[in-house]
Structures are given as structure tokens and as C-alpha cells.
């Protein structure tokens, strides 16, 4: 059956350890929804490195995107995913960033099908859900805005980069099972403060700019984790999306359901329920200085999503 309407995608834009991954994860259980994860990493850690499913299976095991890629394929002349992942790789990089911003994207049509026909077909087998994509990247976006037949909304979410900071620092937790470990070993990112902070201030700042004025909705982590199920429910209002309420089962706990999601932290792969907590630990375990470079170098762009620009302590 193919969806007679254009595919609908909530876009979650903004850096590493914002906290997107569970946001994505609750936005997915709301009724009419599906989360899917950071799907322009569909490609090069699904299809080609074939690594972990939110549902537990290896990639090439999972009946949700055998379904999506077989209908991919059926759908695109001269479908190559080997030359998907390069193009995406090198088209959603910094350096790529002003001939974005500038030009527009300019993909062969291979691989602008591909991309528009995983959203066109997760739409078709989930009749016509809210895609929750949690790609985050802005340069990502903005390939996906340009394509008129998708219909978007950008999430934009942020979270104290010394917070993130901290976290790129002492690396992934949250591992409770094999196929959890196994997403640990997959990523195993470190950034120093340097860098997070001037990804963060980079790309927070695009997302902003480029997206602030059309369909978007800026979410702190910091109200996210305060008010977790009023947050739930006013993004869920902004996606166009009915707003099952009891997927909560007190102010801060909700029901986590079993989701298909490529690339994002372990805690992709919790089911059932779920407390959401604020961790704060970089107030006390983060080095003052680092905290000093992080404040120093995110100072402009703090203030305009409404940080204070003191460090903790
Ligand atoms: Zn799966």
C-alpha cells in the first residue's frame, strides 16, 4: 500500500549527549508516532556495518528495516548504499557547511531517492506515523528540508554544554546487557572539551539560524529532565501528534516500548519503565578548568539559548 500523503518528520537537531536519544525514545511511544533514531546513519552503521537495532537484533536480522530497505530498493534505479554512506559522509561535514548554506546540497539522484524513499516507505508500513528521526545534525536537515515532498519539523535540542562536555569526557555508561556493551564498543567516541564545545557552539548556532524562523521548537534538556511528561506533551502538540498521556505513569516515569532505532546511545534499547533523571555530575566531578575552557568558548551562544555563563563552582 503506498501512503497517499507526504511523509511526516520530527527532526531532533543538536549535538552529542544532549539527552536525544531518550527524548527520541518517548516521543516514539506516543500513539501515531515511530522513532527510528539517527537515520543518516542508516547506511554506513546499518546496511553496511550491519551493528545493533533498538529492537537487539543485528541490522541485517531486523524485520522493520529488512521491510524498509527491501521497498528502498524496489524503489531506486541503481540503489548502492556503499555510495550512499560516502556521499552522505562527505555532504553533512563542517567544511561542507557555507556551499550548504549557499548552493543547496546538489546529490545525485541516486542518492536523494534513496534518502527520500527510507522516510516515504517507514511512513507507508507505519501508516503514515510521525517519523522521530534523532539525526541531529543540522547539515543533515537542512538535505532533508530541501526536499519538498518530506514534511518537516525540527526539534532543536539542547542541553548545558559543560554537562555535555562532561559526558564526552568520561566516555558512554549505561550499559546493562550484551547487546548494550556491544553498542558501548561501537561507539566509543571521546571528544575533549575543546572540540565538544566548539561542535556545540557551531552547530547549535546553525540549527538556530537556519531552522528558528519555519517549523521548530527549541527543548532545553535541563525543562526536559524538570518537567519531563509536560515537555512530552507540548512537543508531542508541536509534531501534530494525539497525545497518549498515560504513557507516563507518574511526573517522571513513563513505559518505554520496544523501537527500531539506528546509532544513538545504549539506553536506546530500554524497554519498559523508565525513570528519567537529571545527571548533574559535571557540577562536581568536571575539573574546574574545563569547565572555565567550556564556559569561555560557548559564552555568545549560551546566553542566546539562555544559560547562565557561570561555571559551577
Ligand atoms: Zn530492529
Redesign the pocket.
Known sequence: MVSSSKPKVLFIAGTGRSGSTLIGSLLGTVRNAVAVGEVRFLWERGLIANQT?????V?MN????KEVLARVEQSVDGFDPERIAATLAKTVRIRRLPGLLYDGADLDVMVRESIYEVYESISAISSNAVIIDSSKLPTYAMLLAEDARIDLKILHVVRDPRASAWSWMRGQRGANSAAELQIVDEQMDRFSPLKSSLLWSLWNTTAKNVFGSGDYQLLRYEDFVERPRETIVNTSRFAGLDVRDEIFTGPDKAILEL???VAGNPNRLHRGLTRIVSDDEWHSAMPRSSQLLVTAITRPVLRSLGYSTRSAR
Request: aromatic fraction near 24%.
Open positions: 537495532c533498538g529492537c537487539g537484533e541490522f531486523c524485520e522493520f528495516w523501537s527500531h532505532t
